[in-house]
């Protein structure tokens, strides 16, 4: 039997690898298991990190086949699974200081599996190429082709300039309390003209199914929830970054739990994106019950 001491060792790493190929931190945990159970029954391994990471990638590979056809079916806008913040990121997916922000990720989704792969594997992860090649039994001058066609599609979703910590965190809590508010005139000073809205409901909870495109529509948005859900109350939890975008973790009308990401360009508000699928926030609501046990013994607030 492998020794398990150097899986864990390799753990973080393949959890973050399975997560950015996949999308979904839960079938991420199941990958890396699928992969535990492999190293468990294999001999002596000479090079864990490599041997880990090819199974991990080609069991991500085979999962992208079946994931594609039921996103296909999938009610709505479909988002990848929040991560937030340094520390919450750190929590569930090791170390993601890869730049590789929700935007970015939404973007490695238009690519082919063996795109993606080939991309995470040589630009984010550092393998070599005759290893990938290994690994996706292709050559490497195919792999070198498909990571740069991939190369080609992240710089284009990539902004111009790095937005600074404490603005977006500045702008992530002028939003919420515009949205909240249903304020025009600071939702008109913060949004983007071809702004875009994205919400993931899964189909699970209510969202609007279709990207809303255009500041007027989105301000018409904003003042009939306002409106219809005057006496309802919003909550802040907690304004963090998620998948490396500024925005705020809420419990919204009906008691919704929501993950609220902002893509923000030369200081406006180009891309929202919601998540509202319970499915998809289960480790989100399971830290927050956490700090909410930990707030109680203490008796002090869990927010940040």
């Not at 792969?117 to 290893?131: C, G, K, R, S």
């Not at 284009?156 to 500045?170: F, K, S």
Request: glycine share 8%; aromatic share 6%; hydrophobic share 50%.
């Amino acid at each position: 039997m492998a020794d398990a001491t150097a899986f864990e060792a390799e753990r973080p790493r393949l959890l973050r690898l399975a997560y950015r190929m996949t999308g979904s931190f839960a079938e991420a945990e199941d990958v890396v298991q699928d992969a535990w159970l492999r190293w468990a029954r294999a001999d002596a391994v000479a090079v864990p990190a490599a041997w880990l990471t090819r199974v991990v990638t080609r069991l991500c590979l085979d999962h992208l086949k079946s994931a594609r056809v039921r996103r296909e079916t999938y009610v709505g806008a479909w988002l990848p699974e929040p991560l937030l913040g340094a520390a919450g990121a750190e929590d569930v997916a090791g170390d993601v200081s890869d730049d590789l922000t929700l935007t970015l990720m939404l973007a490695l989704e238009r690519l082919s599996p063996l795109e993606r792969a080939a991309f995470l594997l040589h630009d984010v992860f550092d393998v070599a190429l005759p290893a990938i090649a290994e690994t996706l039994d292709r050559t490497p001058a195919t792999v070198r082709q498909l990571a740069a066609r991939a190369r080609r599609h992240v710089a284009e979703a990539r902004p111009r300039y790095p937005l600074d910590p404490a603005e977006g965190t500045r702008i992530a809590g002028a939003f919420f309390a515009a949205a909240r508010d249903g304020d025009a005139a600071a939702l008109s000073a913060l949004l983007a003209q071809d702004v875009a809205i994205h919400a993931d409901g899964g189909g699970r909870v209510p969202a609007f199914r279709n990207v809303i495109r255009g500041i007027d529509r989105a301000l018409r948005l904003f003042a009939g929830l306002r409106r219809k859900y005057r006496d309802a109350p919003v909550a802040l939890l907690r304004l963090t970054t998620i998948d490396g975008l500024p925005g705020y973790v809420s419990r919204e009308r009906g008691g919704v739990l929501q993950t609220t990401a902002l893509d923000v360009r030369d200081g406006r508000i180009a891309a929202i994106y919601i998540v509202r699928n319970p499915d998809k926030l289960r480790h989100v609501a399971a830290a927050f019950r956490q700090t909410a046990g930990m707030s109680g013994k203490n008796g002090a607030a869990g927010e940040d």
